[in-house]
């Protein structure tokens, strides 16, 4: 009898088995049959130079390599406004800044116009946005959000989600993995397609490393660019807006915010001690211990009674710049290697789900961002560091492992991309266009030109207004309001941009051919000097009643 009961235990246990194993094979089944998933990771300022899989060997990213050695890289993706909050609107809703309203960091954007997630969400899709998007105003288009209230805080942030605001202990970058991950295992419609915005803040300035990475890179000096010195004498190949910008490394960064100094060398005290109030005991504990004897050593070399100690010494200026710009990379790095981390838990999930046959996965940032380059940091200008922006996108069904694409997209496309592969027809008001054919070999044609615009001066960094066009060679630019100056650049010959052609007699008749590109693009897109005029008015009223409260 006990034998009995116990083959009749077995098997019961044994059927379960198999009806689990049935119910989670049918859901595979469903899930990799039916509509394509989407995962779109965006990064905050990620420079494709720090990305291994673009072959800088600055660092070294195998997680979001993964993406590019299983999918595509794209050499060429760029952006149409270089700067955070517009870039993330253009990205929602495949319109031009001058078009959805959002042009720069001042002025509201209007949810209730239309974007690519709220179309999916008509259309079945579960969505959700999780991290930094830098919108005001609650997310639309979501089942659920958990975004960070502007910039976010790197350590015990804080979150609205679903309006709601909430306080999380940990670093940010994690936090906003696990929630990812949350919600992929545990929260959304597991019947339905999925659309995840994963957003993280890092590497955004002021770039604090996660506790376990505080330390990395301490046995490395790294190399600034050639470009690094840029003095008077390079600046004289371009024009004011270069000379007079304010994003120096060794000039504009400051020994708190950005060095991480809580006593500068001239022995003041920083704004940094309000960053580290935020942090616990034991997170100020394991700063301190990382940072501070480094901080000592610098002032024990560099500075004497109360100053930097090298007045006429360009073999020690040389020394203290090469020590802020390590300092400025090292902690740039530290942060992007949570994000990989974060990555690689995010495919591993879908590998270990059944779901990564039938997810798009896309990595990309919001723009470029300067390492060095020109001595620089932040992004804005149209030059190739922050024009140019990373993007990596696997989707197994589609594209073939290793695909390298070299054309003119932007992040202009991504809302009709995304459309298209989900089988929904693109509004006529939506500017971009889908490169889901290039992905495929469908096709090889595409753009010649792109267009671009940068508005939010007089301002932080002190970036001129500007707008340009840009082809596979040429760059043309436009600086105005304060200014009025043309730039012509020849990438073939001068990748660095180093030196404006446009009134070079030899290259009158590719001057020529970029201004009618210029109009062009313009008309075709809608913008015009009358809406340069109308955005600058808006920025101007804002600032002076600013000023005035």
Known sequence: MQSNKHHLRTMCIFLSVLLTSACSNNQQQTENDGPPNIIFIMSDDHAYQAISAYGHELNQTPNIDRIAQEGAIFTRATVTNSICAPSRAVMLTGKHSFVNGKVDNVQPFNWDQDNFPKMLQANGYQTAMIGKIHLDGLPQGFDYSMVLPGQGHYYNPDFLINGETQRIEGYVTDITTEYALKWLNEMRDKDKPFCLLYHQKAPHRNWQPAPEYLTLYDDTTFTP??????????????????????????????????????????????DFSRELARFTEEQ?????????PKNIAF??????????????????????????YNRYIKDYLRTIKSVDDGVGEVLDYLEENGLAE????????????????????DKRFMYEESFRTPLLIRYPKEIEAGTTIDKLVQNLDFAPTFLDYVGIDIPEEMQGESFRKLLSGETDEWR????????????????????????DRYKLIHFYYDIDEWELYDLEKDPNEMNSVYDDPEYAEVQEMMHAKLQELRTKYGDSDENDQKFLNAYLEVMEQRSNN
């Open 225 to 270: 660019p050639l470009t690094y010195y840029d003095d008077d004498t390079d600046y004289a190949g371009r024009g004011r807006a270069a000379k007079e910008q304010e994003m120096e490394i060794d000039g504009h960064a400051m020994w708190g915010h950005d060095f991480k100094m809580l006593v500068d060398p001239n022995g003041d005290s920083t």
């Open 284 to 292: 100020r504990n394991q700063w301190m211990a990382a940072y501070e």
């Open 299 to 324: 002032k024990e070399a560099y500075a004497s009674n109360g100053e930097l100690a090298f007045a006429n010494d360009e073999a020690k200026e040389k020394e203290v710049a090469v020590w802020k």
């Open 358 to 377: 039938n997810t798009i996965v896309v990595y990309t940032s919001d723009q470029g961002f300067y390492l060095g380059e020109h001595g620089w940091f």
């Open 448 to 471: 010649d030109a792109v267009y671009y615009t940068y508005y939010e001066y007089p301002s932080v960094h002190m970036v001129k207004r500007h707008y340009g066009v840009a082809t």
